[in-house]
């Protein structure tokens, strides 16, 4: 099946918005030694753990913000390792299990700014399209999986994804990897969509054309 894409705008940003909910922000100031943390103000409690966290030496910050966000995929031995890593590196973008790349990346940038850069920062990308049945009977609902066998079609070959994922992105197999990849993918109607990934993933350069065709194979049931 043949769709339509049009990019209609994509940029760079240094945080997703929304990624961090209330809770988290006042689980983190208790574990910051902030007092009282669930009587503050909803829109004063971002500023409030940025100051608490600067109370913590960065290499003990980031294994608190880690254990909060992580502790469920990873062990204390690989929390320690990945909250030295972050001082010199944006691990975000290289950790080999790219389905912990996007909590990764946002307890990197809490951090960086809360340091004010003494950890390295990191981008994502955010992107608006639109994607067009050319077959007027088309009923697919477009998953990440799907987006991205999409995408194969308008990204550089210099892009990343193709270097790594050639095969599953332009074939009819299996792309798992895709749920870690894009981070978001919201729609109301099916046609419109907003997505967000990281930077390093997909970035504006990666698009030769803001206009292009992709397909996308439907698989056979054979039961």
Same mark, same amino acid.
């Given at each position: 099946? *043949?769709?339509?894409?049009?990019?209609?705008? $994509?940029?760079? =940003? #240094?945080?997703?918005?929304?990624?961090?909910?209330? #809770? &988290?922000?006042?689980?983190?100031?208790?574990?910051?030694?902030?007092?009282?943390?669930?009587?503050?103000?909803?829109?004063?409690?971002?500023?409030?753990?940025?100051?608490? +966290?600067? #109370?913590?030496?960065? *290499?003990?910050?980031?294994?608190?913000? @880690?254990?909060?966000?992580?502790?469920?995929?990873?062990?204390?031995?690989?929390?320690?390792? =990945?909250?030295?890593?972050?001082?010199?590196?944006?691990?975000?973008?290289?950790?080999?299990?790219?389905?912990?790349?996007?909590? @990764?990346?946002?307890?990197?940038?809490?951090?960086? /700014?809360?340091?004010?850069?003494?950890?390295?920062?990191?981008?994502?990308?955010? +992107? #608006?399209?639109? +994607?067009?049945?050319? &077959?007027?009977?088309?009923? =697919?609902? $477009?998953?990440?999986?799907?987006? @991205?066998?999409?995408?194969?079609?308008?990204?550089?070959?210099?892009? !990343?994804?193709?270097?790594?994922?050639?095969?599953?992105?332009?074939?009819?197999?299996?792309?798992?990897?895709?749920?870690? !990849?894009?981070?978001?993918?919201?729609? /109301?109607?099916? !046609?419109?969509?907003? $997505?967000?990934?990281?930077?390093?993933? $997909?970035?504006?350069?990666?698009?030769?054309?803001?206009?292009?065709?992709?397909?996308?194979?439907?698989?056979?049931?054979?039961?």
């Amino acid at each position: 099946m *043949k769709f339509k894409i049009k990019i209609n705008s $994509i940029k760079s =940003v #240094d945080e997703i918005k929304d990624y961090w909910t209330t #809770d &988290d922000y006042i689980h983190l100031l208790e574990k910051f030694n902030f007092p009282d943390a669930g009587n503050a103000k909803k829109e004063n409690l971002y500023e409030l753990l940025l100051m608490a +966290i600067t #109370d913590f030496d960065p *290499k003990e910050a980031a294994v608190i913000v @880690l254990d909060h966000k992580l502790s469920d995929y990873l062990t204390e031995g690989q929390i320690e390792q =990945v909250s030295n890593d972050m001082l010199i590196d944006t691990v975000c973008e290289e950790y080999p299990e790219i389905e912990l790349q996007y909590a @990764l990346f946002n307890c990197n940038q809490l951090l960086f /700014k809360a340091f004010n850069g003494t950890f390295p920062s990191a981008s994502a990308t955010l +992107i #608006d399209c639109s +994607i067009t049945p050319l &077959d007027a009977n088309s009923d =697919v609902k $477009i998953t990440k999986e799907i987006l @991205l066998k999409l995408f194969s079609n308008g990204l550089s070959d210099r892009n !990343i994804l193709k270097r790594l994922f050639g095969a599953q992105m332009e074939e009819n197999a299996d792309f798992p990897e895709a749920e870690g !990849i894009v981070w978001q993918l919201n729609t /109301k109607d099916n !046609i419109n969509f907003s $997505i967000a990934t990281s930077e390093n993933l $997909i970035k504006d350069a990666d698009f030769p054309s803001l206009e292009f065709e992709g397909d996308y194979e439907v698989p056979v049931d054979n039961d």
